[in-house]
C-alpha cells in the first residue's frame, strides 16, 4: 500500500540515499505490506505527518517519549543546554547529576557510565562481565533484542524477527559460538543448562520484561531462578532494562519484580529522546571500566549535555508521586478495552501488558515465549495495522513490537483508540473465517 504522495516521493528518494529508505530496519513497515510515514511534527500523544494528517501515537520514538512529544520541561531543559554549546568531549556538570540520578533510581546500579545507544550499553556490559570473570561464554533468550551487537544477534525478535531472519549475514560463526540462546520463562532449560555450562559463562542477559517479540512479561519464578543460577556459579546476571527501565516502573523491572541482577543497561527514556544509552552495576565490576581499570571503552559524544539534558527533565517529571499509577490506569484502560472487543467478537487474539507496555498479538494465547508469539497471524496484524492507520492510530508497524503508552494519552485518546479497534476488528472478522 502506498503512503500519501509527499511521504511517498521522500521514500523514493530515500531508497536511492539509504539502505531500504530507513535508518532502522522496523521504520520501514514492510512486513504490514505499507510505505512509512515521513514526520513532520509531534505534540503530546499526537504525531503529523508531512501530509498533514494527525495520528495518536503508540509508538513515542520506539520507548523514549514516556511524556510524549515536546514536554515543555524537556524542550526548555535542551534550550538551556544547547545555549551553553552543543559538546565539549569534557566532562560537564550535567553527566553527573544523570549518573547520580540513575544511580539513586535503581538498586542494581552503584556506578554507571553514559554511551549513546542502547547497543552500545549491552555491548560494554559484555565487555565488562567477560573481563571481571574472565569466561567467554554469554546466556541469552529467545526473542530478546540487546542492540545489533554481533555476539547477541542470536534468536534476537523485533526487527530480525519482523524481517523473518534467524541471525544475520556479517557475523563471524565465532563471533556468536560463545552466545546461547534459551527459551524465555523457562526456569527449568536454564537451570539444566547452568548445572552443566554455569562454570563457562560469563554473564546471563534478559529482557527482564520482553517488548521486543510484542510484549511478554516475566514470569517472576524465571527471573527468581536466573538470580539463583547465576549467584551459585559466579556468573554476570544483566538486566538489558534498556526498554523496561524507568518504564515498569522508576526503579525499572528489577523494582517492579524484586530481583535485583548484578549489572544493568538503559537507554531510551534516560535519554528523553535524545540518543543515550548507559551501563552500570555493582561497583567492583564497573571499576574495571578504563580509565580506573584495564577495560576499554570509549565514545566522543558520550554524556552529550543535549542528551543529558533531556534525560534530567524526563527523570524529574516522572518522578512526581502518582506518575505511574496514572500511567497505569491510562494503559489497563487501553488493555480492558481491548480485551473486551476480543472476547465480544470473538478475535483469535490475547492481549499481554505490564505498566504502559502492551503486546495485542493475532493469537488465542496465551503468549509466553517467543515460540507462541511467532504463532500469531502476522496477515492479521498487518490489516489491523493498516486499519488503525486509517483511523488515525500510528502503531508500531509489526507483531513484534510492544505498543507504548506516554503520560500525554488521555482517557479521550484512549476511548478514540478503542472506538477505531472496534471498527477495525469487526472488518477482520471477515478474514477470521475464512483462514
Ligand atoms: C531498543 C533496545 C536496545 C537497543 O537500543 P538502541 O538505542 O536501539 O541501540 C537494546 N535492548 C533493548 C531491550 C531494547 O529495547
Redesign the pocket.
Known amino acids: 500500500m502506498k503512503s500519501d504522495p509527499k511521504s511517498y516521493l521522500l521514500f523514493q528518494r530515500a531508497k536511492e540515499a539509504t539502505p531500504g529508505g530507513v535508518n532502522s530496519p522496523v521504520r520501514a513497515a514492510k512486513s504490514v505490506g505499507q510505505d512509512p510515514l515521513f514526520i513532520d511534527k509531534g505534540q503530546g500523544c499526537r504525531i503529523y505527518d508531512v501530509e498533514g494528517r494527525e495520528y495518536i501515537d503508540y509508538v513515542c520514538s ?2 523514549p517519549l514516556i511524556l510524549g512529544h515536546r514536554h515543555p520541561a524537556v524542550i526548555e531543559a535542551v534550550e538551556q543546554a544547547m545555549a551553553r554549546g552543543l559538546s565539549f568531549g569534557a566532562p560537564v556538570d550535567l553527566e553527573v547529576e544523570l549518573a547520580e540520578m540513575i544511580i539513586a533510581a535503581v538498586d542494581s546500579v552503584e556506578m554507571v557510565r553514559m554511551v549513546n ?3 552500545e550499553a ?1 555491548m560494554s556490559a559484555i565487555r565488562a562481565a567477560r573481563a571481571y570473570t574472565g569466561r567467554d561464554g554469554i546466556v541469552k533468550f529467545d526473542g530478546c ?3 545489533h551487537v554481533d555476539s547477541l544477534l542470536v534468536a534476537a525478535g523485533s526487527g530480525v524477527a519482523t524481517l523473518n531472519i534467524p541471525g544475520s549475514p556479517g557475523v563471524p560463526d565465532s563471533f556468536v559460538g560463545h552466545t546461547l540462546s534459551l527459551p524465555y520463562n523457562d526456569a527449568e532449560a536454564f537451570r539444566s543448562m547452568m548445572r552443566e555450562k554455569g562454570e563457562d559463562m560469563a554473564a546471563v542477559m534478559v ?1 527482564p520484561v520482553a ?2 517479540m510484542g510484549m511478554v512479561p516475566p514470569d517472576p519464578e524465571f527471573l527468581q531462578a536466573l538470580r539463583e543460577e547465576t549467584e551459585k556459579h559466579g556468573c554476570v546476571l544483566i538486566f ?1 532494562e ?2 523496561s527501565g524507568f518504564r515498569v516502573a522508576y526503579g525499572g523491572a528489577q523494582h517492579r519484580f524484586g530481583v535485583i541482577p548484578d549489572m544493568s ?1 538503559f ?2 527514556i534516560v535519554g528523553g529522546g535524545m540518543p543515550v ?1 548507559a551501563y552500570g552495576g555493582k561497583k567492583e565490576i564497573m571499576e574495571q571500566i578504563a580509565p580506573q581499570g584495564p577495560v576499554y571503552q570509549a565514545g566522543t559524544l558520550a554524556g552529550n549535555p543535549l542528551a543529558m539534558a533531556a534525560g534530567i527533565a524526563t527523570l524529574k517529571q516522572i518522578q512526581q508521586p502518582g506518575f505511574y499509577d496514572n500511567l497505569e490506569k491510562t494503559a489497563a484502560r487501553l488493555e480492558e478495552g481491548l480485551l473486551r472487543l476480543i472476547d465480544r467478537l470473538g478475535m483469535p487474539a490475547t492481549v499481554n501488558r505490564v505498566g504502559s507496555m502492551l503486546g495485542l498479538f493475532f493469537t488465542p494465547g496465551p503468549v509466553t515465549n517467543f515460540e507462541q508469539a511467532k504463532g500469531s497471524d502476522t496477515e492479521q496484524f498487518a490489516r489491523y495495522y493498516r486499519g488503525m492507520l486509517e483511523h488515525g492510530i500510528y502503531l508500531p508497524p509489526a507483531q513484534f513490537e510492544a505498543v507504548f503508552v506516554s503520560s500525554a494519552h488521555e482517557t479521550a485518546d484512549i476511548d478514540a483508540t478503542l472506538s477505531a479497534a472496534e471498527t477495525v476488528m469487526a472488518g477482520l472478522q471477515d478474514h477470521t473465517r475464512v483462514t
Open positions: 520506539w520507548g545507544s542502547g547497543t549491552t533484542y540487546h542492540g529482557e517488548g521486543n538489558d534498556v526498554m543497561c537507554g531510551k544509552g
